[in-house]
């Protein structure tokens, strides 16, 4: 690799980097929100949500094709990120009296 195209590629590795700061804030608020959500849920049953986590991804694809993002990779992340955060509820629930 060239000197110029080294320089280029650290650049935007820093870049990622800085976004990928930014990632981890936004997840903060996002486990923040879904902590707020379980304490709300009285059954372990009530953590998965079939026909919203469908709507969230058909939201998803609508809003991938119209940015341009590849909607196989946010669909992807988005499957991910629920089934994470759904085994964070599993391991947080705590049963109501």
């Known amino acids: 690799m060239s000197p110029l195209k080294k320089k280029k590629l650290n ?5 990622l980097d800085k976004l990928d700061n930014s990632l981890i804030k936004i997840i903060k ?12 849920k009285e059954k ?9 986590i469908n709507l969230i991804l ?9 940015n341009k993002i590849d909607p196989k990779i946010t669909n992807k992340i988005w499957k991910n990120m629920i089934y ?8 947080n629930f705590k049963r109501r009296k």
């Open 11 to 15: 650049k935007i590795r820093s870049d």
């Open 29 to 40: 608020k996002r486990t923040s929100l879904v902590k707020k959500v379980l304490s709300l």
């Open 44 to 52: 372990k049953n009530q953590i998965v949500d079939q026909e919203r």
């Open 58 to 66: 058909k939201n998803i694809k609508k809003k991938s094709i119209k």
């Open 84 to 91: 994470a955060y759904i085994d964070f509820e599993r391991r």
